[in-house]
């Protein structure tokens, strides 16, 4: 057997072994990353399944009622307060007391018999954004609905269909994503930390006079977290398959192929963390000072569209953007390798840079 390969093989098994042999380091591994996707299925949703409301209706009549009645058989809406005036709207939704006041101006059914408009206000609770927008969008569906319907002539039809996810459930579009935002945790975490505990621990000059070459510690370094981030890609994907339901329309190989490349990408970025840090604890904040922006600038809380332009362009140096979006792909749309090879071709680019640049650093650190 050459003596790359063997110096390489000696060098992946002291690495493996020094994961694995500590049974707290092994416990690490795979108890978060399932508790983590567990909460996240069951938490980490931007259904609504319930909206209290208050209701103001000065109209009274049979029009008005009927409104309401669509409201409280939705099983959405459940009505916790009837107002008497408008003063009362401003303390309801003040004190969080029900989301959204539903407000029916009187003359609502002359309105309607007679042609004219029909205004009806709905009043909604911002403060949290994504819940305001989504019960806004239930309640503005049935306003529709029932205008529609409420006239002599139907002038339009409306049918929506949604693809790759029917029920429209946001679990779906999440644990997808978290096959690849979970992994990077650790990934990360281990990578970052594998220099700065040789050179803490004064093992890392031992490692410099043995006749290993730079890129031998570079591949000894680099596989295995990448073994790591695929074993934990894995617990996440058979949580959302066998958890929670969630179809699998891709190709698997496709899948781990693509996380194989994710996740060196990201084993760059770490092991280059881990050369520039003489502690770990260094490597630690440096690791969580990445983090955060890697995955807020995924897309994967916040569309990368609405993001300022300048965040936008910094997200195509971010390896955490084309992994959400291969992942979600692949596991709901079935995307084909052409389909993601965009996504794949600048993992390649990030990984090739950042690995050679730590191995520039393992070079120097020789000097």
Not at 30 to 46: E, H, K, N, S, Y
Not at 100 to 116: D, M, P, W
Not at 230 to 247: D, E, K, N, R, Y
Not at 302 to 329: E, L
């Amino acid at each position: 057997m050459p003596y790359f390969l063997l110096a390489v093989l000696a060098l992946l098994r002291k690495e493996l072994l020094m994961i694995v042999k500590d049974k707290r380091a092994r416990i690490i591994l795979i108890m978060p990353i399932v508790i983590q996707t567990v909460l996240f299925g069951f938490v980490a949703t931007f259904d609504l399944n319930s909206a209290d409301y208050a209701l103001l209706d000065l109209d009274h009549t049979q029009a008005s009622r009927e409104l309401v009645h669509r409201f409280d058989g939705t099983g959405l809406f459940h009505r916790r307060r009837n107002l008497q005036s408008s003063q009362e709207i401003a303390d309801i939704l003040t004190t969080k007391e029900v989301l959204l006041v539903l407000h029916i101006a009187s003359g609502f059914e002359r309105s309607l018999q007679t042609g004219k408009k029909a205004t009806v206000q709905i009043l909604i609770d911002g403060r949290n954004s994504n819940v305001a927008g989504v019960a806004m969008g239930y309640a503005q569906t049935i306003l529709a609905d029932f205008h529609v319907k409420g006239q002599v002539h139907v002038q339009k039809t409306i049918v929506s269909r949604a693809w790759f996810n029917p029920n429209l459930e946001t679990r779906w579009g999440i644990l997808s994503a978290l096959t690849a935002i979970l992994s990077v945790i650790q990934v990360l975490s281990l990578a970052g930390q594998s220099i700065a505990r040789e050179k803490e621990k004064g093992t890392f000059d031992q490692l410099l006079v043995t006749p290993l070459n730079s890129a031998m510690l570079l591949i000894g370094k680099a596989i295995p977290p990448v073994l790591v981030g695929l074993v934990q890609a894995t617990l996440v994907l058979l949580v959302s398959i066998f958890g929670f339901h969630i179809p699998f329309a891709g190709s698997v190989a496709l899948l781990y192929g693509s996380l194989t490349i994710y996740n060196f990408s990201v084993v760059g970025i770490g092991l280059c963390v881990s050369s520039l840090a003489q502690t770990m604890q260094q490597a630690m904040l440096y690791n969580f000072t990445l983090l955060m922006p890697m995955i807020l600038l995924s897309g994967f809380a916040t569309p990368i569209a609405s993001m300022p332009k300048g965040f936008q362009i910094a997200t195509y140096c971010n390896p955490v953007r084309y992994g959400v979006d291969f992942a979600q792909r692949i596991y709901l749309e079935g995307a084909t390798f052409a389909q993601i090879l965009p996504d794949l071709v600048a993992l390649l680019l990030i990984a090739v840079v950042t690995l050679s640049s730590a191995a520039y650093l393992f070079r120097a650190a020789h000097t």
